[in-house]
């Protein structure tokens, strides 16, 4: 069976959500901070700047990890 589709897949979605994280970083804190509550937790950052600029790093590695990914399949697997 072929999984290069699938992982092609994969890898277009984890650069999508990376770019979401990159671009949307607040939100994405205000999403996490909803879900804990939803399961009883509570969470608060410290520093929200500092949350913010981790989260678009975050971001920035998902998106390379995505990138190096492909660059590995396409060198790698599909020959």
Do not use: H
């Amino acid at each position: 069976m072929d999984y290069i589709p699938l992982a092609a897949l994969l890898i277009l979605a984890g650069m999508l959500f990376g770019i979401f994280i990159l671009l949307r970083s607040a939100l994405v804190i205000k999403l996490q901070i909803k879900f804990y509550e939803m399961i009883n937790w509570r969470i608060s950052p410290i520093s929200m700047e500092k949350e913010v600029r981790n989260t678009k790093y975050m971001g920035m590695f998902l998106i390379l990890f995505c990138l190096s990914a492909s660059v590995y399949i396409r060198f790698f697997i599909s020959a």
